[in-house]
Each structure stands twice: as structure tokens, then as C-alpha cells.
């Protein structure tokens, strides 16, 4: 393996000191994900030093509880949509996509028309003989793995992979002006009568040994779009616990939401409700800081 000290290392442990983590866990996690311990103690102090010499007034700022550096300001940009003037419809550029509904903590915006019939049966029948049971991307290692917590089935299309899905991916990166290479290429999930994906953050817990090498790809998740492919008869919303809100499943509809910080107090701990009639298509898009590679 390689153990180049790359900006998005850098980046990194920048981001987990700002957060509060003592360099002895940093290193700890970075040892674990395959870091030589020389290599990663090196990166540490040299990244250290180099940014607080740069921001001297960190020294003195420096938070000592990790959940008041993750609750007062000074998250990363995240993508949003062009809200202010409340406007019922936005520019998809060639489709005009309404909006439902939105919320500021967690921020949550619900679309309407976002795809259209026929683009959400060509993504199921072009992923339906794809589908294998879902993994997650597995934090401990950084690889993937089964987990019970989700019992659809699922599969990834590559960017740009059909025209549908480069169609979609062209008018999610105008709708919120957030580029398209950062986005990482489109999950498609079959959920049938009974399965669920019980409530989770999207974001890469920074705490986990894996997550340096998750990051290495494009930097943190910092914002999700489902998008409802079919309509189960009943169940199959998507919730977010901390506030009491569900999106029902309609086709052609999607729920977004941000987090500028891999953090709880973004309120966005979200699940897959369980179906209880029918079945339940949907695809996300994850989208990340930087270009995902
Ligand atoms: O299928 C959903 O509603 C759902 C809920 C929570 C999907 C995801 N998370 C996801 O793909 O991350
Ligand atoms: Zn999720």
C-alpha cells in the first residue's frame, strides 16, 4: 500500500483535532487502517505543527470537548438548493422539479418530479439483475460487509453509466450547484414486505478505524438524495427520528438532506421505515467534499 502523505490525510487529522481528538487516537485509528506507525506519527506531527504555525489562534481556541467543537459553527460547506426566494419550482435544467417541503435542523428539502416515470423503470430493470443482498461500506477496515441493521438488496451503477442516470446526475449537480464528480455514483435498493434499513448516519464516523481510508475517495459525505423509484402499497418512508418526520415513498420524488460535520447534532440520523405492503425502489446518491475517485 502506499503511504503517501496526500492533502485529503492532511485534511484529515486537521479535521479530527479541530473535532476535539487527541493525536494519540488519531494515530491509533490511522495504525489501524494500514498506516505504518512511523509513517502515520510523521504525518501527525508534521501536519500538527504546520497548521497550527499557520493558525496561531487555534492554540488558544482549541475546544476541549469534542461535542462543542461538532455544535458550535465552523462545519464544512455543504450543497444546498437555491431556497431563499421560496420559489414552488426549481431549473432542473430540462425539467422543472418541485419543492414539497423543507426543514432547517436537520436540513431536509423534499422534491417533487425529480425523475420521471419512465427514467425510474429503466434504473429498476437496468439494476434489478445486478442486485445482490446490500452491504455497507465496513468502518472498522475501510472494505465492505453484511449488515442486519439492512435487509434490502442492492447494487451500484458507476457514474454517467446510463443515460438515466447520467440525465439525473447531470440535473442533481445544477439543481444544487455542487459538482457532479463529487458525487459518488448511484446506489439502486430493493426493499421487499418486512425489510428495512433501521436509522443510521450517512456520514463516515470519525472515530472508526476504517474511516481514513474511506476518506481518501473524495473527503466526507456531506449530503444524501433518495430517490423513491416505485411506491409500496404501505410502510417504506424514510425517517429521521431525531424530529419526528417522514417522507412517504412517491415515485419520482426524493428526499436531500446536508451535514457539514460527521456529527450527531446534524439531527440527520435517518432509516428506511420497514415495508409492510408491496416493495420499496429506491436509488441514492451520496454526495462528497471533493471529487470521488
Ligand atoms: O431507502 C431509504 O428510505 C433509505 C433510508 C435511509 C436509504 C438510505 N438511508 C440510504 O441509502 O442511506
Ligand atoms: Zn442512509
Known amino acids: 500500500m502506499s503511504q503517501k502523505i496526500t492533502p485529503e490525510l492532511r485534511r484529515w487529522i ?32 508534521n501536519t500538527l505543527r504546520e497548521h497550527l504555525r499557520d493558525n496561531p489562534v487555534l492554540v488558544a481556541a ?12 465552523g462545519g464544512v460547506p455543504v450543497p444546498d438548493f437555491p431556497l431563499s426566494q421560496s420559489p414552488r419550482q426549481l431549473d432542473a435544467g430540462d425539467r422543472m422539479v418541485d419543492v414539497i417541503a423543507t426543514l432547517n435542523n436537520p436540513r431536509v428539502v423534499v422534491l417533487g418530479n425529480l425523475l420521471s416515470a419512465e427514467e425510474c423503470e429503466a434504473l429498476i430493470e437496468s439494476a434489478r439483475p445486478r442486485l445482490a443482498r446490500s452491504l455497507t461500506v465496513a468502518i472498522k477496515t475501510g472494505g465492505e460487509e453484511t449488515n442486519p441493521d439492512r435487509t434490502s438488496s442492492g447494487m451500484f451503477f ?5 443515460p438515466e442516470v447520467a440525465r439525473v ?33 450517512d456520514y463516515f464516523d470519525p472515530s472508526e478505524p476504517g474511516t481514513p481510508t474511506i476518506l481518501r475517495r473524495g473527503g466526507q459525505r456531506v449530503a444524501t438524495i433518495v430517490m423513491y423509484l416505485n ?6 418512508g424514510t425517517t429521521f427520528p431525531d424530529v419526528g418526520f417522514e417522507v412517504a415513498p412517491v415515485r419520482g420524488n426524493a428526499v436531500f438532506f446536508s451535514y457539514d460535520r460527521a456529527h450527531p447534532s446534524t439531527r440527520t440520523l435517518h432509516g428506511g421505515a420497514p415495508v409492510i ?14 471529487e470521488f475517485v
Do not use: C
Request: proline share 7%.
Open 158 to 162: 458507476t457514474r454517467g453509466e446510463t
Open 231 to 236: 411506491e409500496p402499497a404501505r410502510g417504506g
Open 62 to 73: 482549541a475546544p476541549t470537548e469534542p461535542a462543542q467543537a461538532a455544535t458550535t459553527g
Open 14 to 45: 486537521i479535521e479530527q483535532a479541530s473535532a476535539g481528538f487527541e493525536p494519540e487516537a488519531v494515530l491509533a485509528s490511522m495504525v489501524a487502517s494500514g498506516w505504518q506507525e512511523a509513517v502515520a506519527v510523521n504525518a501527525l506531527e
Open 277 to 290: 405492503e408491496g416493495e420499496k425502489w429506491v436509488a441514492t446518491k451520496w454526495l462528497r467534499e471533493r
Open 169 to 201: 446526475e447531470a440535473r442533481i449537480a445544477r439543481l444544487l450547484d455542487w459538482p457532479l464528480e463529487n458525487g459518488e455514483g448511484f446506489q439502486v435498493l430493493n426493499y421487499g414486505p418486512g425489510a428495512e434499513y433501521k436509522p443510521h448516519y
